[in-house]
């Protein structure tokens, strides 16, 4: 796929130089960074992974001019690190000859008819006339008279411009921290300061966008419309990406009867539920409620940061969540949280389920590596494609997640996940996780390969915020 041209970022400017065969540099406005290595190649790999995690860290392609010995051109590069060639050209076309010393012009005086003196290209060898005399008088400190039609060029004008329309004069300066990961992490323990490799780069660039703060709340819609599609880890594990970046973030168990989310968080010291927020939600709502008044609903993630509001547990309760309500546990959550993640139930027919893609900013369709759940989620995408044209919105903009059911599945969860690729903004695989399958889930126990998948996941997700 080509990449828009027209989203492309031009500032700040980008340029890539070559020096030799193990080194090379990058600038980016006024930040420097060189990068060494054992080959060519693999100095312009690292370089152009430099760009990938910068173009990711703004969301869009950039434009680089790069240059080496022989050649300079211009690449577009994505942040999905796609890179085309925009312009290349030789040097060797582009350099003139420059004449021999001995071909050097000199200048030469020439009477003028009247319209000032004239001056004229000569080569060496030629006759200079007064040309030399008129040198002998310099040096002698005997100045050569002006001729009389010849006026003091006048002073160049200066363009005066409007202060509204200046531009700051401060330097862009973007200063990187040292790698803390990586062969150079390890080399900077020892008292170095070698910048980031372009894996580090890229995970602070996710972890940038997890970390922004919104002007507003934010509703995140998790949905596959067949059970045991991994909504409920997914709903966790994004929310305690989110929440450890540092956010202000809710996990809310929108089942209309009886959730699992429950079941795989830290329960507080109440047993409070949304039903109890429903009753309490005239205060909650109101100007004399204290931030510190929602406490007494939700169960605080401790080490993960976030907390979640759990749907009714009692089994023999009779209540079923409707659309009105969704829109006051809405208002309620939206005045205390900044990110909201829904997790829902099956039924995408149910009162509950419509009214929280109405709130819906971002959706997350969840799939596994088995079949019918890839299928539930195509459904769910094709339904809301097919109702109006602001859920088809919703599910062109969609993030796809496939977790893997079982260890050995990562072909499978790759052949899944390139069948969503045509129709969603971004898919993700996550690779299989004994500490995801059963019981609490905390992020911290988690392989760092899982980690990162989520990372890359709610980044993607941010985008769309």
């Given at each position: 796929m080509a990449i828009d041209k027209s989203r492309i970022r031009e500032f700040p400017p980008i340029s890539i130089t070559i020096k030799d065969e193990t080194g090379g540099e990058l600038l980016i406005g006024a930040s420097r960074q060189t990068v060494v290595g054992g080959s060519e190649v693999e100095v312009r790999r690292e370089l152009l992974g430099l760009v990938v995690a910068h173009a990711r860290t703004g969301g869009s392609p950039v434009r680089v001019t790069t240059r080496d010995q022989e050649s300079i051109g211009v690449l577009l590069v994505s942040p999905e690190g796609e890179i085309e060639e925009e312009y290349s050209e030789s040097l060797d076309e582009t350099v003139e000859p420059v004449p021999a010393a001995a071909e050097t012009p000199r200048l030469k005086p020439q009477a003028s008819r009247g319209e000032g003196p004239a001056v004229?290209?000569?080569?060496?060898?030629?006759?200079?006339?007064?040309?030399?005399?008129?040198?002998?008088?310099?040096?002698?400190?005997?100045p050569a008279p002006p001729a009389e039609s010849e006026a003091p060029a006048p002073a160049a004008a200066t363009?005066?411009?409007?202060?509204?329309?200046?531009?700051?004069?401060?330097?862009?300066?973007?200063?990187?921290?040292?790698?803390?990961?990586?062969?150079?992490?390890?080399?900077?323990?020892?008292?170095l300061a070698l910048a980031p490799g372009a894996a580090e780069l890229a995970e602070r660039a996710d972890e940038h966008l997890v970390s922004r703060i919104y002007s507003g709340p934010r509703t995140i819609a998790v949905v596959n419309q067949k059970g045991g599609a991994a909504k409920t880890p997914t709903t966790v594990c994004l929310a305690a990406v989110f929440g450890r970046a540092g956010g202000s973030v809710l996990a809310w168990d929108n089942n209309e009867t009886t959730g699992s989310l429950p079941w795989r968080v830290e329960r507080g010291d109440h047993?409070?539920?949304?039903?109890?927020?429903?009753e309490r939600s005239s205060h909650l709502l109101s100007d004399t409620a204290r931030a510190a008044d929602i406490n007494a609903f939700v169960h605080r993630q401790t080490a993960d940061k976030y907390d979640a509001l759990f749907s009714d547990q009692d089994i023999d309760g009779e209540h079923e969540i409707t659309a009105d309500e969704v829109d006051v546990l809405h208002a309620v959550a939206s005045k205390y949280f900044n990110v909201i993640l829904m997790d829902s139930g099956n039924n995408h027919r149910a009162a509950n389920w419509r009214q929280m893609i109405r709130h819906t900013d971002q959706l997350v369709v969840t799939a596994t590596t088995v079949e019918d759940r890839v299928e539930g989620a195509r459904l769910t995408l094709q339904g809301l494609a097919g109702r109006d044209e602001r859920t088809a919105q919703l599910a062109a903009d969609a993030v796809a997640i496939v977790s893997q059911e079982q260890p050995g599945h990562e072909k499978l969860a790759q052949l899944h996940a390139e069948k969503f690729r045509p129709y969603v903004r971004e898919v993700h695989v996550i690779p299989f996780d004994p500490a995801l399958k059963d019981g609490v889930i905390h992020f911290g126990a988690l392989r760092p390969a899982t980690q990162r998948a989520w990372l890359a996941a709610a980044a993607s997700v941010a985008k769309g915020l």
């Open positions: 004229e290209l000569t080569a060496p060898g030629e006759a200079a006339d007064g040309f030399d005399s008129i040198v002998k008088s310099l040096e002698d400190g005997d363009v005066r411009r409007s202060l509204r329309d200046s531009q700051s004069f401060l330097a862009v300066q973007d200063n990187i921290e040292p790698a803390r990961k990586g062969w150079q992490g390890k080399a900077n323990a020892f008292g047993a409070s539920s949304a039903l109890q927020v429903l």
